[in-house]
């Protein structure tokens, strides 16, 4: 760690964004229409989203800490491989597609039994019931390395915490940066860690969305209680980096805004996507630190929810997202 630095700060993943900013080739932040945003964000009056129960499973303690920590295993890819049918389901006589049918599959396996929240099933679950649990027209890609990080979830808890979840996020002795940690040491799966130029580069998007799942889940209470959840920094996954180029902040090079639009995949790691990923979290910080300088506090995972959520109304989908085959976003 670098001297100085609290042993509670998210310094690996803010530090590290930074640097790779000052380097970029393919991606810049504009300063204008960042501030332009933050001034609109105060002007509009607009809030963080409170935590949904209509998609997401959200009963007692313990399985709602099992069920989210199984999301947030599943949390990644869920565009179509080109060629493919879209994956949706059918939830409440409503069409679901992406992270809300990943949400609500889950939570009707829960409802109807399925032992999903069980780190004996985890460990031992197969392609053909994973196939069952997430059954809807079309399919999601990466389903076998979906299907390893299951396992391998089951496997740890059952190894290290006895098969409960809550014993991990108990570990952690009430602070987020360390759950992060934690769950990027004892899961390769939650390890999202890149290179730039010969420098690792540091995003923990989906173990940084657990705790912040676990703080919307529980209202910052009980197993969401962490004193240092402001050190999150945003989620670097394809669809903040859409909302922020709609919005003018992200700007790509020529090269790399013609592969963008004509959804040609980023290589997983390539210097492109950690730059799109990179200049994503820094951007994010930014906002925050213009919206505090105007009396406006708002957490950098909060201001993630409501550029997500502005994500999903088709005037910020007017140009696609970056494509990237990849288990972490």
Same mark, same amino acid.
């Given at each position: 760690m670098p001297k100085g630095e609290s042993l509670c700060r998210m310094w690996e993943i803010l530090k590290t964004a930074r640097n790779v900013t000052k380097k970029s080739r393919h991606v810049r932040i504009n300063k204008q229409a960042l501030v332009h945003f933050?001034?609109? $964000? %105060?002007?509009?009056?607009?809030?963080?989203?409170?935590?949904?129960?209509?998609?997401?499973?959200?009963?007692?303690?313990?399985?709602t800490v099992s069920y989210l920590l199984v999301l947030d295993s599943l949390n990644f890819c869920f565009w179509p491989v080109m060629g493919k049918v879209r994956w949706e389901i059918e939830y409440e006589s409503e069409k679901l597609s992406g992270y809300y049918a990943l949400a609500a599959s889950l939570t009707q396996a829960v409802r109807s039994g399925a032992p999903i929240t069980e780190a004996e099933f985890l460990a031992e679950l197969t392609l053909r019931e994973l196939k069952q649990l997430l059954d809807g027209r079309g399919e999601l890609?990466?389903?076998?390395?979906?299907?390893?990080n299951l396992n391998e979830l089951?496997? $740890? %808890?059952?190894?290290?915490?006895g098969g409960e979840a809550v014993k991990l996020v108990e570990t952690a002795g009430g602070s987020a940066v360390k759950l992060v940690r934690l769950l990027a040491k004892k899961l390769p799966s939650f390890r999202d860690v890149a290179e730039y130029l010969g420098c690792k580069?540091?995003?923990?998007?989906?173990?940084?969305?657990?705790?912040?799942d676990l703080?919307?889940?529980?209202d910052g209470k009980d197993w969401g209680s962490f004193e240092d959840i402001d050190q999150l920094t945003a989620f670097a996954d394809y669809k903040l980096p859409q909302v922020l180029r709609h919005l003018g902040i992200l700007h790509y090079a020529q090269a790399l805004a013609q592969k963008v639009d004509q959804k040609i995949y980023l290589e997983a790691g390539s210097p492109e996507g950690v730059e799109i990923r990179a200049n994503t979290i820094w951007a994010v910080e930014l906002i925050r630190q213009e919206l505090e300088r105007m009396g406006k506090g708002l957490?950098?995972?909060e201001i993630d929810w409501i550029l997500w959520n502005l994500g999903q109304h088709e005037e910020y989908r007017a140009?696609?997202?970056h494509r990237t085959l990849t288990i972490f976003y």
């Open positions: 933050s001034r609109k $964000v %105060l002007a509009d009056g607009i809030e963080a989203p409170r935590w949904d129960c209509l998609y997401h499973f959200c009963g007692s303690g313990e399985d890609p990466l389903l076998e390395h979906r299907l390893q089951g496997h $740890v %808890l059952l190894e290290e915490y580069v540091f995003f923990y998007k989906r173990a940084q969305i657990f705790a912040a703080y919307g889940a529980f957490r950098a995972f140009r696609p997202y």
